[in-house]
């Protein structure tokens, strides 16, 4: 099982910024896909997700009509757009996939984690 992520680099504030994580070596089409993050000096958290069937989605509320989530199934590929980024959103951001349909909030609950991506907004 691979979650490799990329797209993470040094951007200002209120510029925008798109991750993307391709998958393999599970059945992608099965599993709700999301984003989480670790700030520094604080825990792993939950940021967006999307269910196994795209239709539905679920963000945290300092993301809200910031961050979107998409996926490519054809692609095995999840992607994540963001948006008027501040240095509050500085993380190393996680691709993650959970094999029920919709992603749970706790890290615990991840079957795959990829290793991560950071993302630095300088203000």
């Known amino acids: 099982v691979q979650l490799q992520a990329s797209g993470g680099g040094l951007v200002q504030a209120g510029e925008s910024l798109t991750l993307s994580c391709a998958a393999s070596g599970f059945m992608f089409n099965d599993y709700a896909m999301g984003w989480f993050r670790q700030r520094p000096g604080k825990d792993r958290e939950f940021v967006i997700s999307i269910s196994v069937s795209g239709r539905s989605t679920y963000d945290i509320d300092s993301v809200k009509g910031r961050f979107t989530i998409a996926r490519d199934n054809a692609k095995n590929t999840v992607y994540l757009q963001m948006h008027n980024l501040s240095p509050e959103d500085t993380a190393i951001y996680y691709c993650?996939?959970?094999?029920?349909?919709?992603?749970?909030?706790?890290?615990?609950?991840?079957?795959?984690w990829g290793k991560g991506t950071l993302v630095t907004v300088s203000s």
């Open positions: 993650a996939a959970d094999s029920n349909k919709i992603m749970a909030y706790e890290t615990e609950r991840v079957d795959y």
